[in-house]
C-alpha cells in the first residue's frame, strides 16, 4: 500500500516535473521569439530609431542679404549685436550672479524674477537670454568681469539695421518674426525663429534675402545636452540686392515732403523704367520697430491718423484732377472729337442735363483749343469735348497708358484705383453711367482714383511716345521696351501744350520753369469736398484759409528734359492747396536736383 | 564528510552561476560608461560573499532546514508585515529593512520561505491526502498572507511572481489541473473585493502603479527605449561599451530592471539568446537534481527555486521586450541589487543541498 503510494506519487512527480518543463521551455520560446522579432527582424526600424535618438539637428541661422541702392550705398544691413545669456549650472547661485551682473546693468525686480523663474523650467544646460543687444561699454565691463560672472556668457547675433531710418521705409519695409500664418510657406517652416520680410520690399525679396540655413549634426543624450558634433554644414548668406534707387534723389524728396503733413513723389528713369525714387510721408523708423521694445513706437503709429505705415506713392489713391486731361485729350483726338485747331468758348461754366459745370476759372478761360485747355488747364473744353467722347474711349486710352493697374515692381499691396466705364459702374455700384460722370471724370474727379506712382508711369509713357514702360525696383541693365505706335500723332501735340505748362506764359506752372534745363509738366489740383454753390458764389473761396483737411490735393506730373525726356515725375501733396503753387515748385526743385547730379 | 560534500558539490551549477554573474558585472561596467564603479564591483563582491553563503548553505544539515522551515517562513513573513508597518508610520511605501546594516527586500526572502514551508507541508502530509478540498487550506494561507502584504506595497511584480510560484509547486505536487482553473476564477472574481477592503491610501497607489499613462514620459517612454536599444543591437550588437541608447542615458533603470537591453543592445540576439540559453541551462539542472532526489522535501524545494528563477527570467525579458507590462522585476545575478542575489544565492545553495542529501528516504523520522 505505502509501497504503491509512493510509486504513484513518484510516477506523478516525473509525469508532472516534465509537463512543467516543458511548459517552461515554450514561455522562453516566446520570448525567444520575441527577441527575434525585435533583434532580428525589425532591427533596421529600431536602428533608425536609435540613431534619431542620438542624433539632432541644430539649425544655424543664414545672415540675411545686404541691400543696396543704385550707386552701391547700402541701405540694409547686419549689425553685430551682443545679448547676454545664462546658464544655470554653470553658477552656484543664480542670485549672487544676478547680484554681480547688477553692478554693470539694471536688471529690475520683474526681470530677475522671470529668470529665476525660467531657470527653474528649463534644463540646468539650457541657456536664458537676458539681455538683447547690450551696449559696447556694458559689454566691455561684463568682459572684464567675467571670473565674477559665474554663468553668465555672451553671444554675438545679428541686427538688421537701416542705416537711412526713416528715408526708405516705405521701400524696404521690415522683419520679424513670422506669425503663424507665415509659417506654413515652405522655407519658413524649417526656420520658425529667424525674422522675416513684413513689409515692403524685405518682404518680397525674402526669398532671395534670407539665403540659406546650415545645420549642425549633435549628439544628444536624453536630457537634451550635447555630446559632441558629428558634422556641420554652413549656412549660405542671403543674396545681395541693388535696388534701382538713387539714395540722394529719395533722401532730396523726403526732405521737401517733410515741409508738409503728407504727400509722394515719384521718380522713374523713363530710358529704362528704373524708380529712382520712391518718397512717400509721413513715414516711420523701421529701425524702431525692430528693435525691442517697440509697444510705444507701434502706437505712436497707429495712433497717427495720417497712417505711417501708408506707402501713398502705391497705396494713396487720389484723384488725379486735372493730371488726368491729357488722356482724355489723346482720346478726343483719336477718335476725331477735336483736332489741333477745334476750339471751344469757356465762359467759366457750362450747363448739361439740369445742372451746372464750373471751371475753376469762374470767369471763363474764352477761346480754347486743346493746346490751350491743357496749357491753362481749361475745365470747360474738357467737358465739351467729355460730352461726345463718352466714358469708354477715355477708359480704354486711360487703361493704354498704364493707370487702373498695378505693377510688377515686387512692393506688396499695391493699389490699382479705378478707371471707370459704364460696364464698371453697372458691375460695381449697380448703376447705369450717367453722361453728368463723364464730365465730371474728364477733370479728373468722380470716380476715376489713381495712386501716384501710376501717374508717374502715364508720364513716361507719355514722354516716350507711347513706349511700354515696365518700371522695375532692381537696377536694370540694358532693356528695351515696345512701342505703342496707337497714339504717335496724339502724343506729339500734348507734349507740345505740356512743354507750354510749364514754359509759356499763362501756363500753369509758368512760375517753377527752369531755365537751364526745360522740363513739360500738368498741373493738377483735385478736390476733396464738393464745393457748395453758395462759397463759389462767395468770389474768394479759393484765398479763404480753409481747414487743411478740407483742402485740395496738389498734383504735378511731368518730365525732363523735354527734347530728349528722361525722367518723369509725379507729386502729390495732400491738401496742398492748388498743383500750381504746391506741387510744380517741388517738381522743379526735384529736377534741378537731378540736373546738378548729371553734371 | 566535508571533503566528501565538497567533492559531490554540482560545480556546474557554480561555474553557471559564476558565468551569469560575470556577464552582469560586464553589463554594468558598461551601464556606467565603462567603470566597475559604482555597480560592478560592488556587484562582484556581493556575488563572491553570497556564493560563499551558498556553499554554506548546501553544508547545512538538510533535516534542520526542513525542521525550521516554517519558523523560516514565519520570520520572513515577519519581516515583511514590518515594512508595512514602517510604512505607514512613515508615510510612505517602501519594500526595504534594514536588516544587519543591509538593505534587504524581505519580499524576495519571503519566496524562498514559501518553498520551504510548502515543501514541508506535502512532504508530511499523506499521499491520498493531496487531493482533499481540506487539505489545500494550509498552502492557501501560506500563500495568501505573503501575497496580500505585497500587493499593498504594492509590488504587483512580486505579489504576481507569488502567485505563478505557488501555481507551479502546487501543480507539482499533484492539485488537479481544474482546481487551478478555479482558483484563477475565484483570484479574478475577488480583485473588487479585494481592492474594496483594503485601506484608501494603499488603494490610490495600486490603481496608479496600474494606470501608467498618468505618466507618459514614464512606462510607456521607457518601454519603447529598452525596444529601440534590443532593436538597433541586431544580430551581434554594437559591440562591448558601444551601446548609444545607455551611454546617452536614454535607458531607464539600465543597471536595474532594464540591464537585459543594454546587454541586447551591445551583444545582440546572440548576447540575449546566449544569456536566455544560461538560464535553461541552469534551471533545467534544478530539474534534474528534483527528479534525481528520493524525498518530497527535496523535489519541491528544487523544482520551487527552478520556477523562481524561471519568473524572474521570464517575467524580466518579456517585462522589457513588451510581452507584458512593466511590473519591475530585476534579472537574477545580471541586474544590479543584493535583495535579489541574496534570495537567489540562498535558493541555489538550498538546491545544492538538496542535490548533496537527494537519497534520503524520509526527513522527519530519521
Known amino acids: 500500500m505505502f509501497y504503491s503510494d509512493q510509486k504513484k506519487q513518484v510516477s506523478l512527480y516525473n509525469r508532472r516535473t516534465f509537463i512543467l518543463f516543458l511548459l517552461k521551455l515554450s514561455l522562453f520560446s516566446a520570448v525567444g521569439w520575441r527577441l527575434y522579432n525585435i533583434q532580428i527582424l525589425d532591427s533596421s526600424k529600431y536602428k533608425t530609431m536609435s540613431k534619431k535618438n542620438q542624433i539632432d539637428l541644430e539649425i544655424i541661422f543664414p545672415v540675411r542679404g545686404k541691400i543696396f541702392d543704385r550707386n552701391k550705398v547700402l541701405i540694409a544691413k547686419n549689425e553685430k549685436v551682443y545679448d547676454v545669456y545664462l546658464i544655470p549650472e554653470n553658477t552656484k547661485s543664480i542670485n549672487n550672479t544676478l547680484n554681480a551682473l547688477s553692478q554693470f546693468i539694471d536688471i529690475d525686480f520683474a526681470k530677475r524674477r522671470k529668470v529665476i523663474e525660467l531657470s527653474t523650467q528649463v534644463k540646468k544646460f539650457e541657456k536664458i537670454k537676458i539681455f538683447e543687444n547690450i551696449s559696447w561699454s556694458v559689454l566691455e565691463k561684463i568682459e572684464t568681469n567675467k571670473y565674477n560672472l559665474e554663468g553668465i556668457f555672451i553671444a554675438e547675433d545679428y541686427l538688421r539695421v537701416y542705416p537711412y531710418k526713416d528715408q526708405l521705409s516705405h521701400l524696404l519695409g521690415y522683419i520679424s518674426k513670422p506669425n503663424q500664418q507665415e509659417l506654413t510657406l515652405p522655407f519658413i517652416s524649417k526656420m520658425p525663429n529667424l525674422d522675416i520680410g513684413k513689409e515692403g520690399l524685405e518682404k518680397s525679396f525674402n526669398p532671395l534675402l534670407v539665403g540659406k540655413a546650415g545645420q549642425r549634426e549633435i549628439e544628444v543624450n536624453s536630457n537634451g545636452r550635447i555630446i559632441r558634433e558629428i558634422s556641420k554644414v554652413d549656412s549660405i548668406r542671403g543674396e545681395e540686392v541693388y535696388l534701382s534707387i538713387d539714395l540722394r534723389i529719395q533722401q532730396y524728396a523726403i526732405n521737401l515732403l517733410k515741409s508738409h503733413r503728407a504727400g509722394s513723389i515719384n521718380v522713374i528713369n523713363i530710358k529704362n523704367g528704373e524708380i529712382l525714387c520712391m518718397a512717400s510721408t509721413p513715414t516711420y523708423d523701421p529701425n524702431k520697430i525692430i528693435q525691442k521694445p517697440n509697444k510705444e513706437y507701434w502706437e505712436s503709429i497707429l495712433a497717427n491718423s495720417l497712417s505711417p505705415l501708408t506707402n501713398r506713392s502705391i497705396q494713396g489713391l487720389y484723384s488725379p484732377g486735372s493730371t488726368f486731361k491729357m488722356i482724355v485729350a489723346i482720346a478726343a483726338l483719336k477718335h476725331g472729337i477735336i483736332n489741333i485747331d477745334t476750339t471751344h468758348s469757356c465762359t467759366g461754366k457750362i450747363g448739361f442735363g439740369n445742372r451746372l459745370y464750373h471751371c475753376w476759372k469762374t470767369n471763363g478761360h474764352g477761346k480754347m483749343n486743346v493746346t490751350d485747355a491743357i496749357k491753362q488747364s481749361c475745365d470747360v473744353f474738357f467737358y465739351e469735348i467729355s460730352k461726345k467722347l463718352g466714358i469708354d474711349k477715355i477708359a480704354e486710352v486711360a487703361k493704354d497708358f498704364g493707370l487702373g493697374q498695378s505693377y510688377d515692381i515686387s512692393m506688396p499691396n499695391q493699389k490699382t484705383g479705378i478707371v471707370p466705364n459704364k460696364k464698371w459702374k453697372k458691375e460695381k455700384i449697380g448703376e447705369s453711367w450717367y453722361a453728368g460722370e463723364t464730365l465730371i471724370s474728364a477733370i479728373g474727379q468722380g470716380f476715376v482714383l489713381t495712386n501716384p506712382f501710376q501717374l508717374a508711369v502715364m508720364t513716361s509713357i507719355i514722354a516716350s511716345n507711347g513706349k511700354l514702360i515696365e518700371p522695375t525696383i532692381i537696377k536694370s541693365n540694358g532693356v528695351s521696351f515696345k512701342t505703342n505706335e496707337k497714339y504717335s500723332n496724339e502724343i506729339k501735340i500734348i507734349k507740345k501744350a505740356m512743354f507750354q505748362v510749364v514754359n509759356e506764359n499763362k501756363g500753369t506752372a509758368f512760375k517753377s520753369r527752369l531755365e537751364n534745363v526745360k522740363f513739360a509738366g500738368k498741373t493738377g489740383t483735385s478736390q476733396v469736398r464738393r464745393i457748395s454753390l453758395s462759397e463759389r458764389e462767395s468770389d474768394d473761396f479759393r484765398e479763404k484759409e480753409q481747414e487743411w483737411k478740407n483742402r485740395d490735393h496738389a498734383l504735378f506730373v511731368g518730365y525732363m528734359p523735354y527734347d530728349d525726356p528722361k525722367y518723369s515725375i509725379s507729386v502729390i501733396i495732400e491738401h496742398g492747396g492748388s498743383g500750381a503753387s504746391t506741387a510744380a515748385p517741388i517738381a522743379k526743385q526735384v529736377f534741378n536736383y537731378i540736373n546738378e547730379l548729371e553734371v | ?366
Open chain 2, 1 to 366: 564528510m566535508i571533503f566528501e560534500k565538497i567533492k559531490n558539490l554540482n560545480y556546474l551549477v557554480i561555474f553557471l552561476l559564476i558565468l551569469i554573474s560575470f556577464i552582469g558585472a560586464a553589463g554594468l561596467y558598461s551601464a556606467a560608461d565603462g567603470s566597475y564603479q559604482p555597480w560592478a564591483s560592488r556587484h562582484l563582491v556581493r556575488f563572491y560573499v553570497f556564493l560563499l553563503m551558498a556553499i554554506v548553505i548546501s553544508f547545512i544539515d538538510i533535516k534542520i532546514i526542513y525542521k525550521y522551515s516554517y519558523v523560516l517562513f514565519g520570520l520572513t513573513l515577519l519581516l515583511l508585515i514590518s515594512v508595512e508597518i514602517i510604512g505607514v508610520l512613515g508615510k510612505g511605501a517602501t519594500r526595504w529593512i534594514r536588516v544587519f546594516g543591509f538593505s534587504i527586500q524581505p519580499s524576495e526572502l519571503v519566496k524562498i520561505t514559501i518553498i520551504l514551508a510548502l515543501a514541508k507541508f506535502y512532504h508530511d502530509i499523506k499521499f491520498e491526502n493531496i487531493k482533499k478540498i481540506s487539505y489545500l487550506f494550509f498552502p492557501f494561507i501560506i500563500l495568501a498572507i505573503p501575497f496580500v502584504f505585497v500587493v499593498i506595497q504594492p509590488d504587483l511584480g512580486t505579489s504576481l511572481s507569488i502567485l505563478i510560484l505557488g501555481a507551479f509547486i502546487l501543480f507539482l505536487a499533484g492539485i488537479r489541473f481544474w482546481k487551478f482553473i478555479l482558483g484563477f476564477i475565484i483570484t479574478l472574481v475577488s480583485i473588487p473585493i479585494f481592492l474594496q477592503s483594503i485601506k484608501p491610501y494603499q488603494r490610490d497607489r495600486i490603481i496608479s502603479f496600474l494606470n501608467p499613462e498618468s505618466d507618459p514620459l514614464g512606462k510607456g517612454y521607457q518601454l519603447i527605449q529598452s525596444k529601440i536599444a534590443l532593436g538597433s543591437g541586431g544580430a551581434t550588437g554594437k559591440g562591448f561599451l558601444q551601446g548609444t541608447q545607455s551611454y546617452l542615458e536614454y535607458l531607464p533603470e539600465k543597471q536595474t530592471d532594464f540591464i537585459f537591453t543594454l546587454i541586447g543592445e551591445e551583444f545582440g540576439f546572440l548576447g540575449t539568446i546566449f544569456i536566455i540559453l544560461l538560464f535553461i541551462l541552469l534551471i533545467a539542472v534544478c530539474y534534474f537534481i528534483s527528479i534525481k532526489c528520493f524525498h518530497s522535501y527535496g523535489r519541491i524545494l528544487a523544482l520551487g527555486v527552478a520556477s523562481n528563477i524561471f519568473i524572474y527570467v521570464f517575467m524580466n525579458i518579456a517585462m522589457v521586450s513588451g510581452l507584458m507590462p512593466v511590473v519591475g522585476i530585476p534579472l537574477p545575478l545580471i541586474s544590479y541589487g543584493g535583495s535579489v542575489m541574496l534570495s537567489i544565492m540562498i535558493s541555489i545553495g538550498l538546491v545544492l543541498n538538496v542535490e548533496l542529501n537527494y537519497n534520503l528516504k524520509k526527513l522527519d523520522n530519521a
